[in-house]
T-cell receptor, first 112, second 117 residues
Framework: DQQVKQNSPSLSVQEGRISILNCDYT??????FLWYKKYPAEGPTFLIS?????DKNEDGRFTVFLNKSAKHLSLHIVPSQPGDSAVYFC???????????FGSGTQLTVLP | EPEVTQTPSHQVTQMGQEVILRCVPI?????FYWYRQILGQKVEFLVS????????KSEIFDDQFSVERPDGSNFTLKIRSTKLEDSAMYFC???????????????FGEGSWLTVV
C-alpha cells in the first residue's frame, strides 16, 4: 500500500544548480505534507512542510510546491550545496491520525 | 538543542530472543512514537503513545511488540520473540503537538539498529 511514492531513488546535481525532488500520493485525505532530510546513522530531521490548502511554501533555499489535482508535490532546493547531500523523504499526515506516512526516499548528491 | 536519545545504537540478537530498545524523549514532550526502517525500504510507523497508553498502532505492531513508559523519562519498545524480519533501524520520536496533527514538530532520535541472526 504505497500511499506516498518517490519514484526517483537518486538524483545528482551540480553545486549551485537547482535540485528538484518529486513525490506523488494517492490518499486524498492527507492534509499536511512534509519533507524530511536524513543523513546516514541519523534520524530524519524535519525540513519544510505545506498544508493542503496552500500550493507553495518557501523557507530560505527550500520551496515546496503542492499540486492537489495531480496529487503531486515537489521540493526545490536553490542553490544546491554539497551539504545538502542526503536522503530526502516525503511524508504526509491526515491530521486526524498522529502518524507520518513516508515515501521511500530520494538520495540527493550535490557535486562540487 | 533538545534531542531524542536512543540506546543501544546497535544490537545483535538471536532469533527468538527478547529485545528492549530504549529512548529518552525530549523532556516536555507528551507524544511518543516508534518508527522503523528495514534496510532499503521506507520508514514505517509502528505506534504512538500518549498519556500512558497506545493511541495508534499500525499492522506491523502485533502482539510481539509492546511499549512502555516505565519511569516518566524513558520510553521503551519491547520485541518479545524476535524474528529475522525484525532486523531494521528503529527510530524513536517525540512531539509536543496537541490538537490537529501537522507532523512538523516531531523530533526523531538517531535510531537503534537491530540485527536478528
Amino acid at each position: 500500500d504505497q500511499q506516498v511514492k518517490q519514484n526517483s531513488p537518486s538524483l545528482s546535481v551540480q553545486e549551485g544548480r537547482i535540485s528538484i525532488l518529486n513525490c506523488d500520493y494517492t490518499n486524498s485525505m492527507f492534509d499536511y505534507f512534509l519533507w524530511y532530510k536524513k543523513y546516514p546513522a541519523e534520524g530524519p530531521t524535519f525540513l519544510i512542510s505545506i498544508s493542503s490548502i496552500k500550493d507553495k511554501n518557501e523557507d530560505g533555499r527550500f520551496t515546496v510546491f503542492l499540486n492537489k489535482s495531480a496529487k503531486h508535490l515537489s521540493l526545490h532546493i536553490v542553490p544546491s550545496q554539497p551539504g545538502d547531500s542526503a536522503v530526502y523523504f516525503c511524508a504526509a499526515v491526515t491530521g486526524s491520525a498522529r502518524q507520518l506516512t513516508f515515501g521511500s526516499g530520494t538520495q540527493l548528491t550535490v557535486l562540487p | 538543542e533538545p534531542e531524542v536519545t536512543q540506546t543501544p545504537s546497535h544490537q545483535v540478537t538471536q532469533m527468538g530472543q527478547e529485545v528492549i530498545l530504549r529512548c529518552v524523549p525530549i523532556s516536555n514532550h507528551l507524544y511518543f512514537y516508534w518508527y522503523r526502517q528495514i534496510l532499503g525500504q521506507k520508514v514505517e510507523f509502528l505506534v504512538s503513545f500518549y498519556n500512558n497508553e497506545i493511541s495508534e498502532k499500525s499492522e506491523i505492531f502485533d502482539d510481539q511488540f509492546s511499549v512502555e513508559r516505565p519511569d516518566g523519562s524513558n520510553f521503551t519498545l519491547k520485541i518479545r520473540s524476535t524474528k529475522l524480519e525484525d532486523s531494521a533501524m528503529y527510530f524513536c520520536a517525540s512531539s509536543d503537538e496537541g490538537g490537529r496533527f501537522a507532523g512538523n514538530t516531531i523530533y526523531f532520535g538517531e535510531g537503534s539498529w537491530l540485527t536478528v541472526v
